[in-house]
């Protein structure tokens, strides 16, 4: 059973709308991250979060903002949405330990038209 | 400043015949970078193919392998006989290790397709 779920799977919003983009892991770690992915690009880091009610900036946090209410749970808003964040946008969650090894949901494609 | 630079695109490979994805790295602010090779199927989160934590090592998972050379800053992903199921988009990566491990440097990926 998938450990790390991230929901909506698919998303079309409307510039200037809000959107909310949820995680779950149920694999009891401490950390967990939000990536985007876009062509000619690696994962790039926008959120972090080293434990519920912390969340840190990441490589590209702007326009971003990040929640953790609970350990199990790390979203990522869009209080603004804009054309240029149209995107893949992946969740994962790791441990604290040293070797930084990530579990990744499978990915939410989001559309700002 | 840190980068990990791999075969970009696509790399198309026949059935049984062997495969190599290139992937060079540039770690100026760590010391001692951990590698790692992540592969993403259809329809799924990435998930860790192998890790290297000691330069001279050679780590293995499924067929594939990657000899982490600090040298000449690579770790290239090869297997001998590749399967049409390793189509696949795979990650080279980089981290840092104890507080800063949380931050992974990823390349763009680099997208496997195995013709039967």
């Known amino acids: 059973e998938a450990a790390v779920t991230q929901s909506p799977r698919n998303k079309v919003a409307v510039t200037g709308g809000k959107v909310t983009l949820s995680c779950n892991q149920t694999?009891?770690?401490?950390?967990m991250y939000w990536y985007r992915q876009d062509t000619g690009h690696g994962l790039r880091l926008i959120h972090y979060s080293y434990g519920a009610g912390s969340t840190e900036k990441g490589d590209i946090p702007d326009g971003y903002k990040a929640s953790r209410p609970s350990q199990e749970n790390f979203s990522l808003i869009l209080e603004l949405a804009t054309p240029s964040q149209t995107s893949v946008y992946f969740c994962?969650?790791?441990?604290?330990?040293?070797?930084?090894?990530?579990?990744f949901g499978p990915g939410t494609r989001l559309t700002v038209l | 400043g840190d980068s990990v630079t791999q075969t970009e695109g696509q790399v198309t490979v026949s059935e049984s015949k062997s495969l190599i994805i290139n992937c060079t790295y540039s770690?100026?602010?760590?010391?001692?970078?951990?590698l790692f090779w992540y592969v993403r199927y259809p329809g799924e989160g990435l998930q860790l193919l192998l890790k290297?934590?000691?330069?001279?090592q050679k780590g293995s998972s499924r067929g594939f392998e990657a000899t982490y050379n600090k040298e000449t800053t690579s770790f290239h992903l090869q297997k001998a006989s590749v399967q049409e199921s390793d189509s696949a988009v795979y990650y080279c990566?980089?981290?840092?290790?104890?507080?800063?491990?949380?931050?992974?440097?990823f390349g763009k990926g680099t997208h496997l397709h195995v013709l039967p």
């Open positions: 994962a969650s790791g441990d604290a330990g040293v070797y930084a090894e990530q579990f």
């Open positions: 770690a100026t602010s760590i010391a001692y970078p951990n």
């Open positions: 290297v934590i000691t330069a001279g």
């Open positions: 990566a980089l981290s840092d290790t104890g507080t800063n491990a949380y931050k992974v440097i």
């Open positions: 694999n009891n770690h401490n950390n």
